[in-house]
């Protein structure tokens, strides 16, 4: 179930590292807009500990631990829509490399990209310089429903 296509139909930039609250929050938000989020995949690596269910807004969604998927990556599966593979921001993450992760993740040029050669690359080319003050970063984020996800929602296989 690894993405061996590597590629990215967005990004996703939570709050914090609570995996409960931000994937329910992903969820909630997704739902209305690419259809009912029934599956979430994510390598346990840089999230201890991983829910095995979260709850959604009249559903519950289960979560999967895959060591085979990129660890910079979610995937969300649903019905309807099929499969999103997402570049996972850490929260961490200063608003100006978040940006430039977030427009890397979702546009057409990078669709190639997997979600460790787009991290490695903003690390090689912008270092740690930009761990900025985390609470003046999520205002500046862009994202008006403050779910911290961006992508491209017209994409199913």
């Not at 259809?35 to 709850?55: F, Y």
């Not at 019905?79 to 992760?101: F, H, K, N």
């Not at 690390?123 to 740690?128: C, P, R, T």
Request: contains cysteine.
């Amino acid at each position: 179930m690894s993405n061996l296509r590597g590629r990215l139909d967005g990004a996703w930039w939570p709050c914090s590292r609570d995996l409960t609250q931000e994937l329910s929050a992903l969820a909630d938000t997704l739902d209305p807009l690419w259809g009912r989020v029934t599956r979430i995949a994510i390598n346990p690596l840089h999230w201890p500990p991983v829910p095995l269910k979260v709850p959604v807004s009249g559903h519950v969604v289960k979560v999967g631990r895959l060591t085979e998927l990129d660890p910079h990556q979610i995937l969300l599966s649903s019905y309807t829509a099929g499969r999103w593979d997402l570049l996972v921001i850490p929260p961490e993450t200063s608003a100006p490399a978040a940006a430039r992760l977030m427009a890397a993740a979702s546009g057409s040029a990078h669709s190639a990209t997997t979600a460790s050669s787009l991290m490695a690359a903003e690390q090689a080319l912008h270092g740690g310089s930009e761990a900025a003050d985390r609470g003046r970063d999520r205002e500046e984020k862009g994202a008006a429903d403050g779910s911290g996800h961006f992508g491209r929602p017209g994409r199913t296989t």
